[in-house]
């Protein structure tokens, strides 16, 4: 059963990554509440379940930083499910009380728990041979699985050494030296593909659940990928690197709302006519990929296809730097060509030109809005009645404070430094939301809700009215981020049930 992208419809939804799932095992994963959360989201009259990148994280634990485009978070696996396939025993599942009580996630412990009984059920299953579904599986995925799991093979073998300093021959991809690791590491390289088979399995079952109830599910693509990952070390052609393998510029964005000092992402910058050359073949099979997990895929800094902010090696900060050139149109119509549609939200958030509009505009692509920028100034493109149809609206995104945190925080400014609050105050009362002062994060999802915009999403944090120690993000910070995790039994009856009018109310029900 496929499901209809709600691209043209008027539909709303919320944003929650899976490891932000309750559970316990000390992060969320695609078990039993991960199909509980689909329910409530059905209840509740939404149609979308929006997520961040669902690869293996990075740096900080970031989903944005994955050492691989095309993999799935070994995290993200349920144990139960594997212990229902016969290849774990019950007792696997006991876990320790700083797991079972942890209300953030616990990305080490749990990925060392998790690790040690998925290495017992790989050696139960009785090897890839033993696996039924294993071989139409790996043939599906051969464009990447190899690459990801010999460089993952190697990393742990060399201490997790990135890749740009083992030997030469590996970091260069020398022929012999590949086969001869691929036959060294045979066994851990089966485990990786092992992996990658359970949440393939795993993932293909939520996603048949959620489409059961309407529910469709939407992903995110970041616009760069991890300098020490498996695509970059196995595709180094593509990029910006000297001969050793080194960055020679570095992706980042200039001083923005969110930094004075701009954002220094570090992350090494495509060799666009080197793409152009192969019919950008790698970025037609990233997108693939992607829209075989979702029905809808948010792109990630869609800025960065129409020019990428380059910044040189050894800058302190991304205040100095030059804006590249990038051809996004002949790879959009590229990519139009071979996948047909182009089910893709463009985050255009930023310093956004108007040749920027116009490459999303000339493809289709709706665009994205955000309630918390919407009163910074007296003519934003935020503003509710300056929403289009084809836009995607919401309260705030992942790198946003919560809307109660961000609200507290206008609230209790002093002299000029209120002016944004009374903007918002003013517009709620314009538009009969609310008087005065009387209103609160409900009163932003409804304002959301009334836009013309197709789309409205929300971050559950947003419609538990939660404060700023339930934030996702803070850019610019590299620890401390991607912990939140949802508390048991925090998504009520009632709550589904005053979401389902709200939505009914501003014509938004799933069908």
């Known amino acids: 059963m496929e499901i209809q992208v709600p691209l043209n419809r008027r539909r709303s939804g919320l944003l929650l990554h899976p490891t932000s799932l309750p559970g316990p095992f000390g992060v969320g994963d695609l078990g039993a509440p991960a199909f509980a959360f689909a329910d409530f989201l059905q209840r509740a009259g939404q149609a979308v379940w929006q997520m961040l990148p669902v690869g293996p994280t990075g740096g900080g634990n970031s989903p944005y930083d994955s050492p691989s485009t095309f993999a799935g978070a070994p995290l993200l696996i349920d144990l139960c499910n594997v212990v229902a396939r016969g290849w774990l025993p019950e007792s696997a599942l006991q876990v320790p009380a700083r797991l079972r009580g942890s209300s953030e996630v616990r990305y080490g412990a749990a990925a060392l728990f998790k690790d040690l009984r998925l290495r017992a059920a790989f050696r139960a299953s009785g090897g890839l041979a033993s696996v039924s579904g294993y071989e139409e599986f790996a043939e599906r995925n051969r464009d990447w699985l190899g690459d990801y799991a010999l460089y993952v093979s190697l990393r742990r073998e060399r201490n997790y050494r990135p890749w740009f300093e083992w030997e030469e021959p590996l970091r260069r991809r020398d022929t012999g030296a590949l086969k001869s690791a691929e036959v060294r590491l045979a066994s851990e390289i089966s485990y990786q593909c092992f992996l990658q088979f359970l949440f393939d399995g795993q993932w293909r079952a939520l996603r048949n659940y959620c489409q059961e109830r309407g529910v469709a599910l939407v992903g995110d693509v970041p616009m760069f990928v991890r300098y020490d990952g498996a695509d970059v070390w196995a595709n180094q052609h593509l990029f910006h690197l000297d001969e050793a393998g080194r960055r020679t510029a570095l992706a980042g964005v200039p001083p923005d709302y969110f930094s004075a000092d701009g954002q220094l992402w570090g992350n090494p910058v495509y060799r666009w006519e080197a793409l152009r050359a192969e019919g950008f073949g790698w970025w037609v099979r990233r997108i693939r990929s992607a829209l075989a997990r979702f029905d809808l895929v948010r792109l990630d800094h869609f800025i960065g296809l129409h020019r990428a902010w380059h910044v040189a090696p050894g800058a302190p900060n991304a205040r100095e730097g030059q804006f590249e050139y990038v051809p996004g149109g002949d790879l959009l119509a590229v990519m139009q060509s071979q996948l047909k549609d182009l089910p893709l939200i463009a985050e255009d958030l930023g310093t956004v030109t108007p040749e920027v509009h116009a490459l999303r505009d000339r493809f289709g692509l709706p665009g994205m809005r955000v309630l918390q920028f919407a009163f910074n100034e ?5 503003q509710p009645h300056r929403h289009e ?19 507290l925080d206008e ?8 002016w944004v609050y009374e903007r918002l105050a003013g517009y709620l009362q314009s538009a009969n939301l609310a008087q005065a002062d009387e209103f609160d994060h409900f009163t932003l999802i409804e304002l959301a809700l009334s836009s013309v915009a197709n789309i409205s999403v929300f971050p559950v944090q947003d419609l538990l009215g939660l404060g700023s120690n339930a934030r996702m993000n803070v850019p610019g910070e590299a620890f401390g981020n991607w912990r939140w995790r949802l508390p048991e039994g925090a998504l009520a009856l009632e709550l589904a049930e005053r979401m389902r009018s709200l939505t009914q109310a501003h014509g938004r029900e799933s069908s």
């Open 378 to 382: 007296d003519h934003s493109d935020h």
């Open 389 to 407: 149809p084809n836009t995607v609206v919401y309260t705030g995104t992942h790198d946003n404070d919560t809307v109660a945190g961000w609200l």
């Open 411 to 418: 609230r209790t400014r002093r002299g000029d430094g209120r």
